[in-house]
C-alpha cells in the first residue's frame, strides 16, 4: 500500500486552497478528486477581505486580479418594491479599513488559479478520477480505500470532500439540513443582460422568501446571477427528489417583483436548481489522524457569502499550525480545530439569521431591517468587522 505523508481528499476550492498552503508552509501534500477532471461550476463567487488575505500569503493575487472584478458598491434594495435599502461603500475607505478589496469573480477562475499554483509547487500533487469509498481509522495512520480498489495509508488525511462529505460520517452522524430555499444561478455574457445593469456595483435585491443577487464577473465580461426563492412544494419525503422549487416555481415567487427583477429573473439560468443545506456546528473535527476542513467541517447557508471564505481561513489555519508544531499532526489538528471551530460555528449560525433578516415576511423584522439599513451610512462597517477582519495565521 503506496504511503502519503499527508492526503488531501477534494480538489475543490477547500482542498486546492489547503494544499497550497501546506506546501508553501513546507509539507508535500496529495490531493485526490472523484472527478474525472478538476472544475467548478459556470457561476460567480464573492471573496471578502478575510479570504483574500490568505490568498495573499499563497502568492494568488495577481492571479486573480487579472480576472476578477472589485465591485465598488454592494448596494441592497426591495426586490418587490424596487426600493433601494442600504449601500455599502466597497471602495476606499473599505479597503482601508480590512487591508484588501471585496472581490467577485468566476469560480472556474479562482479554482483554475489555485490549480495552476499548485501545478506550479512540486510539493503538491494531484490526481482525478479518484473516489473515496472508505475510509478507515488506526489512530497513528489513516488508511482510505478507492473505488478502483486501490488503497492510501497516510499520516494526516484531511477531508475536504464537501456537503455530503464521505470523511465526516467517521465524526459525525449528522446529515445535510435544508431550510427549503433553492438557488438558479450562473453568469451570462454582459450584453446578453435585458435589465439594465451597473457594471461597478453588486446587487442584491431581498424580500419575502426569495432574492436575487448580481454581479460582474470575469473583468466585467460576465453577468453573475443568482436567484433564490423559499419553495412552497416542499416536503420531506420529496427531499431528495426533484419534484419541488423547480423552474415554474422561480417565475411564480418573483411574478410580484419590480420590472428590474422580473426582467432580470427571464435571464436567470435555469439549466440545474441547488438545494440550500447547511448542518449545525460540530464540536469535534477531529479522529486520530484525520480532520475535516470547508463543507465537509462546517456547510452553512450561503447569504453571508462566506463558504468559501471560511474553507480558504481554515487552509491557511491548518497550515499554520503545522509549521508551528513542527509536523507534528496531533497538535497541528488540535491548534487547528480550536481556533477554527468557534470562528466557523459562529459564521454558519450567523448566516442563518442573516438570510431570515432577507426573507422575513411579517411585519417587525422587515421594518426593523430597512430602519436600521435606511439609517446606516455606507461606510459604517460596524457590524462586518468580526467577519472580514482578517484572522491572524
Ligand atoms: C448558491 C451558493 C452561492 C455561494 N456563494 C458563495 C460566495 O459568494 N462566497 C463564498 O465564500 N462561498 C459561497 N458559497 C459556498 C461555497 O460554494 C462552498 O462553501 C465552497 O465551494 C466549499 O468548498 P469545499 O472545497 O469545502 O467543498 P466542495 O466545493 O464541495 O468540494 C469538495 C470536493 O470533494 C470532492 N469529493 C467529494 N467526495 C469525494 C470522495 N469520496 N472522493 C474524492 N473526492 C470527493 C468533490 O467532487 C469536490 O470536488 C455559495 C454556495 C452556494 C450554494
Known sequence: MQHIPILVIGGGIGGMATALALAKAGFPAHIVEQAPAFGEIGAGIQLAPNALSVLDGLGVLPALDAVAVRPRNLVFMHADTGRHLTTVDLGTPFQRRYGRPYTVLHRGDLLNVLLQACRADERVTLETGRQVVEITDLDTSAEVHFADGDSYRTDALIGADGLWSRTRRLLSEDRPITDTYVAYRGALPMSDMTAPVEPDDEIVWIGPHKHLVQYPIRRGELYN???????????????????????????????????????????????????????????????????????????????LAQGACQAIEDAGCLAHAMREHDGDVDKAFAAYQAERIPRTSRVQRVARGWGQVWHDDGDVIPALRDRIFGRRRPDDYTDMDWLYQPVAS
Not at 239 to 264: K, M, N, P, Q
Not at 269 to 279: G, H, I, K, L
Open 225 to 303: 446571477q443568482v436567484a433564490v426563492f423559499r419553495s412552497s412544494r416542499y416536503t420531506p419525503e420529496r427531499e431528495l427528489t426533484d419534484t419541488w422549487g423547480l423552474a415554474d416555481e422561480l417565475d411564480e415567487h418573483f411574478a410580484l417583483s419590480c420590472e428590474h427583477v422580473r426582467t432580470s429573473i427571464a435571464t436567470v439560468n435555469r439549466d440545474r436548481r441547488w438545494v440550500m443545506y447547511d448542518r449545525a456546528p460540530l464540536d469535534n473535527w477531529t479522529r486520530g489522524r484525520i480532520t475535516l476542513l470547508g463543507d465537509a467541517a462546517h456547510p452553512m447557508v450561503q447569504y
